[in-house]
């Protein structure tokens, strides 16, 4: 079966400090995966996805990037962050020719 | 724009009633609706889907209903348990090239299950 692995759970970063959350995928391949982010009490925004390897779309103008190394992996990266950059950071994935989307259990980014 | 909104962001229901909660959703070419249950801390788990050619879907004691008429969604929980508890989104999706269409997300729903 189909696995969904983020880390870390909680991360808290000074404000100017770089970023890295990674989030990777099993029993699947070639999937669809994104980068969202949700604001306490909000819904949820998504910031990238990327169809294959090393194929990126933006979706909003940011403090961040991502990137897709490996099939499988999923990065999301910053040179330095902002206080607006705190959130509940979910990576999710999806077959490409199935809707349903399934959720990593989030990294709760506090900027301070 | 085109969005997903939610009637309501807060609902209170005693435990072993039933439940509905309400989406509205703005583009009438979204061809797929799925609903999530989020709780607190956690990444949204999947709860039922319904594509545009049908009006109804069952799950276990989860119903959704869509009315494409007045472009609107809902997702009945029966017999609820406190377990119910959480936030509840729905989304659409748009576009037919796999790959390339989006979830759009509503504000979500806070459903809490009263003992």
């Known amino acids: 079966s189909q696995t969904i692995h983020q880390w870390p759970a909680t991360l808290v970063q000074p404000v100017g400090s770089p970023l890295s959350l990674e989030c990777t995928v099993e029993?699947?391949?070639?999937?669809?995966l994104y980068w969202y982010r949700q604001a306490a009490g909000r819904g949820l925004q998504l910031l990238f996805y990327s169809v294959g390897i090393g194929q990126i779309s933006s979706e909003v103008p940011q403090n961040l990037s991502a990137s897709r190394p490996q099939d499988r992996q999923f990065i999301l990266s910053s040179k330095k962050l902002l206080l607006s950059d705190s959130g509940f950071y979910l990576c999710?994935?999806?077959?490409?020719?199935?809707?349903?989307?399934?959720f990593g259990s989030g990294t709760q980014l506090s900027v301070l | 724009g085109e969005s997903v909104g939610l009637h309501l962001p807060t609902l209170s229901v005693q435990e072993g009633d039933n439940s509905i909660i309400n989406c509205a959703y703005s583009?009438?070419?979204?061809?797929?609706f799925i609903w999530y249950k989020q709780e607190s801390g956690k990444g949204p788990q999947f709860i039922i889907d319904?594509?545009?050619?049908?009006d109804k879907r069952q799950g276990q004691r989860v119903t959704v209903l869509l009315n494409k008429t007045v472009k609107h969604l809902s997702l009945q929980i029966a017999a609820t348990q406190p377990g119910d508890s959480a936030v509840y989104f729905c989304a659409e999706l748009l576009g037919t090239n796999f790959g390339n269409e989006k979830l759009t997300f509503g504000t979500g729903t806070r459903l809490t299950i009263i003992p």
């Open positions: 583009n009438s070419a979204s061809d797929y």
């Open positions: 319904i594509r545009s050619n049908m």
């Open positions: 029993g699947t391949s070639n999937p669809n």
């Open positions: 999710a994935w999806r077959e490409q020719v199935w809707e349903k989307l399934f």
